[in-house]
């Protein structure tokens, strides 16, 4: 009987230990299904779960009717994981040709130990296609578990920069580093806004590669700010095409066009030869890449003669027929200026001082203001100040303090040397005297786009009164003459528009040597002279042979206005020019005209 207890006592013993067994079990489970399933499931996706970076489209830079010079494309970045590559030779060997690589780069990409190596950046997301599908058919071939099967591949979200019109304004647009990063141009300058504010998303990894269809963004990328430039397309192509013909056919180091509208100081075109393709940089010199217009600072010339001439009718020290005695010679401190040609001494009015471009007569002229007033003169007009055109790496020029003036300064200054300015700079002096004195800055820039599309005009510059309208209307009429068939520029004339404008042709500064070599040529002119609408800058640096900026500028000159002026719908002029007095004998027979017609 004690036995049976004992057995009894056993059993009883052990199916409330089975019992307490079960019980803690089910509360175990309770605990996992019900109370911290979250937990486990977030431990468990957390390990198949990563994040990466969502790379933010930049935004577009267009010309100003929204056509696109710069925009972004997706792409896709190809990386892999180099410890999952067992035959790098092999696989390189598959993929090279796919990625358009050479063989042994795509090798050294996937050779190692590291978890991310970048094997081709920003591919097409054709290419990432026919490479997975070239794997896949690889694969096929093998076990899943077999060893010989390649993995280890996986995409990254990007973006290509990419530049529909190609070289066409490339020195002013610029171009992306292949880090994406804007380098040269716009690019560079507003690379800040246009950058765009990246993103995050999450996706499954499995097998150390992004399962396709996983992907969950988090935080949505934000596109970048979008530019409207205020070029035309359009009369950027001509303007294009026309400097490109100059400087080849003149043999010249380079060349630049710009337009410019002087009321707003709206750039409608930018144009520079050679040029580059920002779609393809890898042996582009960093030289050539430059932006000439306000990057290379030259001697105006003769162009810097209105300055003078403005200066002097401001001060009322002269009229536009103010006779002088012109010689062909003139010796200032230890040094002899001449004008170009030879020639006797002439009895020249101020006009026809600036009709035949006289070195001589300008010295003269510049000589009835002081030197501070001609730096003052010079300075308000911009030499020697950023145009504030917002243009990456401008150059303000070069203009001394009057104190560091020697004896042959001002003379110098007179006709055009002795200081320097870029293109830019000298396109808003003309576009002054075109905009009855008032000088505005030039800009490049009509405004900007948000993420959300919000366009926002670019804020008016403040505009500065350089001289009166009088003086303006006075230089407007006396450069005509230089359009003239007495003048130095006949070539730039249109028919049916009255042009105005002024020659240039400077010694040029070689600064391996630090002596003159060579010239820059050019012609900055504007029409209709009566209302001027647009101003043109054409200017040729180091022609070879036949150097006169009329000859070479001014053809320029009127196949670009001829297109602007018609595709703007600037109608054909509706006055005649008044004729001017160049010199003596003409101003004494046009008052004796005049006298005649009083009595």
């Not at 896949?136 to 530049?163: C, D, L, Q």
């Not at 170009?340 to 001082?353: C, V």
Request: contains cysteine; hydrophobic residues 40%.
């Amino acid at each position: 009987m004690g036995n049976f207890n004992l057995a009894h006592s056993r059993i009883r013993a052990l199916v409330l230990f089975m019992a307490l067994i079960i019980f803690l079990f089910g509360v175990r489970l309770i605990q996992i299904q019900a109370i911290q399933a979250s937990d486990y499931r977030s431990k468990a996706f957390s390990e198949m779960e990563k994040v990466s970076t969502l790379q933010a489209p930049r935004g577009d830079i267009t010309d100003i009717h929204g056509v696109a010079f710069a925009r972004s494309v997706a792409a896709i970045s190809i990386v892999v994981d180099q410890t999952q590559i067992l035959n790098p030779a092999k696989v390189a060997k598959l993929a090279a040709p796919i990625l358009g690589l050479p063989e042994a780069d795509v090798e050294i990409a996937l050779t190692g130990t590291k978890k991310w190596s970048m094997v081709s950046r920003n591919a097409k997301p054709d290419t990432w296609l026919k490479l997975t599908e070239a794997i896949a058919a690889y694969n096929a071939k093998f076990e899943p578990v077999s060893s010989e099967r390649i993995i280890g591949f996986y995409p990254e979200r990007s973006y290509v920069r990419e530049y529909p019109s190609g070289e066409l304004i490339a020195s002013l647009v610029g171009f992306v580093n292949h880090e994406g990063i804007g380098a040269t141009g716009l690019e560079s300058s507003m690379n800040s806004k246009i950058s765009g504010v990246n993103g995050k998303y999450s996706y499954a990894n499995g097998f150390k590669a992004e399962i396709p269809g996983s992907q969950s963004e988090i935080i949505p990328a934000q596109v970048g700010t979008s530019v409207r430039l205020t070029v035309d397309r359009d009369i950027q192509w001509v303007a294009s095409k026309a400097i490109a013909k100059a400087v080849k056919s003149s043999n010249a180091l380079s060349g630049t066009v710009i337009v410019m509208d002087p009321k707003t100081g709206h750039i409608l075109a930018h144009a520079t030869a050679p040029t580059f393709d920002p779609n393809n940089t890898k042996k582009v010199s960093l030289v050539a890449m430059r932006n000439p217009s306000v990057q290379d600072i030259y001697e105006p010339g003769s162009t810097g003669k209105i300055m003078t001439l403005a200066a002097a009718l401001e001060e009322k020290k002269i009229t536009p027929d103010s006779v002088f005695t012109v010689p062909y010679k003139l010796k200032r401190a230890d040094k002899v200026f001449s004008d170009h040609e030879p020639h006797p001494t002439q009895r020249l009015t101020a006009s026809g001082i600036l009709a035949v471009s006289s070195n001589t007569g300008s010295i003269l002229i510049g000589e009835m203001i002081s030197n501070q007033s001609l730096y003052d003169y010079l300075t308000k007009f911009g030499v020697g100040v950023k145009t504030g055109a917002g243009l990456p790496g401008e150059s303000r020029g070069k203009l001394l303090e009057v104190n560091q003036w020697s004896g042959t300064t001002a003379p110098t200054v007179a006709f055009g040397q002795g200081y320097s300015l870029n293109t830019m700079q000298a396109t808003s002096i003309f576009a002054t005297i075109a905009n009855d004195g008032v000088r505005v800055p030039p800009t490049v820039i009509a405004g900007t786009s948000d993420s959300s599309g919000n366009y926002t005009p670019t804020e008016k510059q403040k505009a500065v009164r350089v001289v009166s309208a009088t003086t303006a209307k006075q230089m407007r009429m006396m450069m005509e003459t230089v359009v003239s068939a007495h003048g130095t520029a006949p070539s730039a004339a249109i028919d049916g528009y009255r042009v105005a404008g002024k020659t240039g042709t400077a010694q040029r500064i070689d600064d391996t040597c630090g002596c003159y070599r060579g010239y820059t040529a050019s012609f900055i002119g504007f029409a209709p002279a009566d209302k001027p609408a647009y101003v043109i800058n054409v200017t040729i640096q180091d022609p070879k042979g036949m150097h006169w900026g009329g000859a070479l500028g001014g053809p320029v000159f009127r196949e670009v206005m001829s297109f602007v002026l018609q595709s703007q719908g600037v109608a054909p002029s509706q006055t005649k020019i008044k004729k001017v007095a160049l010199n003596e004998a003409q101003l004494l027979a046009h008052n004796k005209v005049l006298r005649v017609k009083t009595n």
